[in-house]
Each structure stands twice: as structure tokens, then as C-alpha cells.
């Protein structure tokens, strides 16, 4: 005879809660699954996932098509309502996976003013704020690397 307890109700709800999210999925073609995955994402993940396009001049120069947003990089908006303005990041949002412009805002029915919260993907980085030494170094990294395969190459 099969009990149905406390403890096999927690025990099916402890396996569904760990298989919320897979680190050996790779990818599919499936938009469904996409969207699962972004949205099941860790938090330690979600930062590597918010990324944008580099200008054509920055891809020149580092070698890199995308680089993580951070707040002061400088960027234009490729689609949308406020598409071919620029403006600075002010804010990124993990967690929500949106990224806020200065002087990007709409007006609300009451009368008052709140930032438009954009897609990474929706933008491209014009400027980067490179203060901080570890960023510097990544794009440095991968520009070495880059020129090191060109000289190898015949």
C-alpha cells in the first residue's frame, strides 16, 4: 500500500524546484525554452546574459562583438519608441534583466515621469566606461588573443 505523506509531497516538490534550471543546456530552436531558460536563469548568470552590441569602431578595436552593460557606458537605442537617441546607462537591473537610460522617460496619466526600462539586446554601446581595471583587462584579454591567431594565420 503506497502512503501519500507530508514527506513525498516535499521530496516531489524539492526535485521540481532543482530541475528548474539545466547548466548543461546548451540551446534550441524553441522560443518557449529560450524564455525558460532567461527567465530560470541564477542570478550569478544573469549578468553574463545582459549583453549588447558594440559600435562598429569599438568591434574594430577590441575585437569583440558584445560586451556585458554597465553603468556609465554610453549607448544607442536600435529599436522602439526612442530608437537612434543616446544616452548613458544609469541603471542595470539583474534581477529583471532591463537596463535604464538618462533622459529616457515617459509621462504616466497622473502627470508624472518614469525611466523607460530597456531590453541589453534593444541597444548598442557606443562608449564604454572603462574605470574599473578588471573590465579593461577582459577587453584587452580578448584583443591579445585576436591578434595572436592573425599572426599565426598564413
Given at each position: ?149 592573425n599572426k599565426n594565420a598564413p
Amino acid at each position: 500500500m503506497a502512503v501519500c505523506g507530508k514527506n513525498s509531497i516535499r521530496s516531489s516538490l524539492k526535485n521540481k524546484m532543482k530541475n528548474r534550471f539545466s547548466t548543461h543546456w546548451k540551446s534550441s530552436r524553441r522560443p518557449g525554452k529560450q524564455r525558460k531558460y532567461l527567465a530560470n536563469a541564477p542570478a550569478h548568470l544573469r549578468g553574463r546574459l545582459m549583453n549588447a552590441n558594440l559600435s562598429k569602431e569599438l568591434r574594430k578595436k577590441y575585437g569583440k562583438r558584445s560586451f556585458s552593460l554597465r553603468k556609465g557606458d554610453t549607448v544607442l537605442i536600435m529599436s522602439g519608441k526612442f530608437r537612434k537617441k543616446t544616452g548613458k546607462v544609469s541603471v542595470v537591473d539583474a534581477k529583471k534583466m532591463k537596463v535604464e537610460i538618462e533622459g529616457m522617460q515617459i509621462k504616466k496619466h497622473d502627470g508624472s515621469k518614469v525611466n523607460v526600462k530597456f531590453n541589453p539586446s534593444f541597444l548598442q554601446i557606443k562608449e564604454l566606461n572603462l574605470d574599473d581595471k578588471k573590465r579593461n583587462e577582459k577587453l584587452t584579454r580578448k584583443n591579445k588573443t585576436a591578434e595572436g591567431e592573425n599572426k599565426n594565420a598564413p
